[in-house]
């Protein structure tokens, strides 16, 4: 379940598919389900002070006098997941793949963005695509449809994209040494920023209808990215959006956060997003030519 | 991968190792800039403590403050929200250098 927002059933393994497969012959995938839990009388506070608990159980109780023992972990709890980003980077190292992660609500233009830029990179840059949702193919086959080697991760009930599903995912896609690989998170500007996935760099894209205050509203998320694309700029004569107002309230959350104002529909700033893709693409290649 | 899961898994590898005895105690440190909804996250362990190796624990969190230094003039100073500016020379060139924890501390067994 995440604990940022409740969501996800415990125990349930995200699906991996590619577009055109059969998913119900797919014996890899399948939704895991934890069975029901007995539930018990749960003993659970928050405060810090100790309680004598009354136990109500069926259980004997143990008359032996045990002395309690303190253990000291020091185990950061995202441990296992940033382990896995860590073994993702380790992969991404050994085939010198770029990775990006996409990030932004529901409906910013992630899909629209990437199917243009596939199209009109395809042929200059190697390109793959991992495309998360909770249900559906449809963003898959939309960039299947631009010809990319793509697959898409469906979470069931879970809001964000793991390393687990990545390192998954990663395998499935097979990809070519020295490509690019375009993961399009969850569209959920809360939780995907907890979870490292293993990227090269952090992207949020922000359309231009949602509102300029979104960075201080979603600091964490605006904090952890390295670049935000105001997308739909071509909207910008219809609404009272003040750009200026968005860009400041991103610099106040990070004053390093890089903005490229483009429409993905139109074409119009396209290029800068390019030249930054081309820009993160030599720069890994660069570390690895020592 | 739930962070309530994880806790569980973490406390569980630590009691196996240790002859599988009773968790009687579960020390968290959850900084208030971690992310994590405090809410959120006690309506999970109710429902994930169950049948589980923390069900007759009782879980406390620590919440460190947030705290930050400013890269601009060096000073520290504290922070209980992911945008500040400094509070001498209000740049907004912060780092966070408390607050962020999400950790395991402890466990007391029997």
Redesign the interface.
Same mark, same amino acid.
């Given at each position: 379940m995440c604990d940022t927002c409740g969501c996800g059933k415990p125990g349930e393994k995200a699906l991996i598919s590619v577009p055109g497969e059969n998913r119900d012959n797919n014996a890899d995938n399948h939704y895991e389900h934890e069975h029901e839990h007995e539930h018990s009388h749960p003993h659970y506070h928050t405060h810090g002070h100790e309680h004598n608990h009354d136990h109500d159980h069926s259980h004997e109780h143990d008359h032996i006098n045990h002395e309690k023992r303190t253990i000291n972990i020091e185990t950061d709890i995202l441990y296992a997941n940033n382990l896995m980003a860590e073994r993702n980077r380790g992969i991404f190292e050994a085939k010198d793949l770029t990775v990006v992660n996409l990030m932004s609500s529901p409906g910013s233009g992630k899909t629209t963005l990437l199917e243009k830029t596939m199209n009109e990179l395809k042929d200059k840059i190697s390109f793959a695509v991992i495309e998360g949702d909770q249900q559906t193919m449809n963003d898959s086959e939309r960039i299947n449809r631009t010809g990319v080697p793509v697959v898409q991760v469906n979470t069931g009930s879970g809001c964000h994209l793991d390393a687990e599903m990545i390192n998954r995912a990663v395998k499935r896609l097979n990809p070519d040494n020295g490509s690019v690989i375009m993961i399009e998170n969850v569209g959920n500007l809360v939780c995907p920023a907890l979870f490292d996935l293993g990227e090269s760099a952090r992207v949020v894209i922000m359309s231009v209808t949602e509102g300029e205050d979104k960075p201080v509203k979603y600091p964490n998320m605006f904090r952890n990215a390295s670049l935000c694309l105001l997308n739909k700029c071509d909207l910008l004569p219809w609404l009272d959006y003040d750009i200026s107002k968005a860009i400041e309230y991103g610099h106040q959350v990070n004053p390093h956060l890089k903005f490229i104002k483009l429409s993905a529909k139109t074409g119009e700033g396209m290029t800068e997003w390019y030249k930054w893709l081309e820009s993160i693409l030599d720069k890994s290649k660069l570390t690895d030519s020592r | 991968?739930? +962070? +309530?899961?994880? =806790?569980i898994? =973490?406390?569980s590898a $630590?009691s196996d190792k240790?002859g599988g %005895?009773r968790v009687? /105690?579960v020390n968290?440190e959850?900084g208030n800039l971690s992310? =994590? $909804?405090y809410g959120?996250?006690?309506?999970?362990?109710?429902?994930?403590?169950?049948?589980?190796v923390i069900? #007759?624990? /009782?879980?406390?969190?620590e919440k460190p403050e947030g705290l930050a230094r400013c890269n601009n003039c060096g000073n520290e100073f504290a922070l209980n929200?992911? =945008?500040g500016?400094c509070n001498l020379c209000n740049?907004?060139?912060i780092d966070i250098i408390k607050g962020r924890e999400? %950790? +395991?501390? #402890?466990?007391?067994? /029997?």
């Amino acid at each position: 379940m995440c604990d940022t927002c409740g969501c996800g059933k415990p125990g349930e393994k995200a699906l991996i598919s590619v577009p055109g497969e059969n998913r119900d012959n797919n014996a890899d995938n399948h939704y895991e389900h934890e069975h029901e839990h007995e539930h018990s009388h749960p003993h659970y506070h928050t405060h810090g002070h100790e309680h004598n608990h009354d136990h109500d159980h069926s259980h004997e109780h143990d008359h032996i006098n045990h002395e309690k023992r303190t253990i000291n972990i020091e185990t950061d709890i995202l441990y296992a997941n940033n382990l896995m980003a860590e073994r993702n980077r380790g992969i991404f190292e050994a085939k010198d793949l770029t990775v990006v992660n996409l990030m932004s609500s529901p409906g910013s233009g992630k899909t629209t963005l990437l199917e243009k830029t596939m199209n009109e990179l395809k042929d200059k840059i190697s390109f793959a695509v991992i495309e998360g949702d909770q249900q559906t193919m449809n963003d898959s086959e939309r960039i299947n449809r631009t010809g990319v080697p793509v697959v898409q991760v469906n979470t069931g009930s879970g809001c964000h994209l793991d390393a687990e599903m990545i390192n998954r995912a990663v395998k499935r896609l097979n990809p070519d040494n020295g490509s690019v690989i375009m993961i399009e998170n969850v569209g959920n500007l809360v939780c995907p920023a907890l979870f490292d996935l293993g990227e090269s760099a952090r992207v949020v894209i922000m359309s231009v209808t949602e509102g300029e205050d979104k960075p201080v509203k979603y600091p964490n998320m605006f904090r952890n990215a390295s670049l935000c694309l105001l997308n739909k700029c071509d909207l910008l004569p219809w609404l009272d959006y003040d750009i200026s107002k968005a860009i400041e309230y991103g610099h106040q959350v990070n004053p390093h956060l890089k903005f490229i104002k483009l429409s993905a529909k139109t074409g119009e700033g396209m290029t800068e997003w390019y030249k930054w893709l081309e820009s993160i693409l030599d720069k890994s290649k660069l570390t690895d030519s020592r | 991968m739930s +962070v +309530v899961q994880n =806790i569980i898994n =973490i406390v569980s590898a $630590e009691s196996d190792k240790n002859g599988g %005895r009773r968790v009687l /105690e579960v020390n968290l440190e959850i900084g208030n800039l971690s992310g =994590i $909804e405090y809410g959120s996250l006690d309506f999970a362990l109710k429902h994930l403590a169950p049948g589980s190796v923390i069900e #007759s624990a /009782e879980i406390s969190i620590e919440k460190p403050e947030g705290l930050a230094r400013c890269n601009n003039c060096g000073n520290e100073f504290a922070l209980n929200d992911f =945008i500040g500016c400094c509070n001498l020379c209000n740049s907004f060139d912060i780092d966070i250098i408390k607050g962020r924890e999400l %950790r +395991v501390k #402890s466990i007391t067994v /029997e």
